[in-house]
Nanobody, 125 residues
Framework: QLRLVESGGDLVQPGGSLRLSCAASGFTLNPLSVGWFRQAPGREREGISCISSSNSRTVYADSVKGRFTIYRDKAKNTVYLQMTDLKREDTALYYC??????????????????WGQGTQVTVSS
């Protein structure tokens, strides 16, 4: 069974850190581009970071640049999103997806082939 599972979401105070995981089972993430998206209530889904299929390119939305880091662990077949200096506006349901468009000009899900179920990040004091 092909599955993509996110984990690591939690309730955290402003300024805190979390690491989200996007783990694949039944297929390998390694040759695929992977993106992280988030959606807050009443807002459109936002592409916040991606890593290209060759690992040669990582892209970040301006809203998270300098605070979030995306990276891949090939041995664990997992892509991580390390989030630091979290802000209240980071509160959202976070999803990962494969085969995304990962360009310096933007992160798009129009070509995505797999999605996880999401993991909730809540930033609140």
């Amino acid at each position: 069974q092909l599955r993509l599972v996110e984990s690591g979401g939690d309730l955290v105070q402003p300024g805190g850190s979390l690491r989200l995981s996007c783990a694949a089972s039944g297929f390998t993430l390694n040759p695929l581009s992977v993106g992280w998206f988030r959606q807050a209530p009443g807002r459109e889904r936002e592409g916040i970071s991606c890593i290209s299929s060759s690992n040669s390119r990582t892209v970040y939305a301006d809203s998270v640049k300098g605070r979030f880091t995306i990276y891949r662990d090939k041995a664990k077949n997992t892509v991580y999103l390390q989030m630091t200096d979290l802000k209240r506006e980071d509160t959202a349901l976070y999803y990962c997806a494969t085969n995304v468009v990962c360009l310096l000009t933007g992160i798009k899900s129009t070509t995505a082939t797999s999605w996880g179920q999401g993991t909730q990040v809540t930033v609140s004091s």
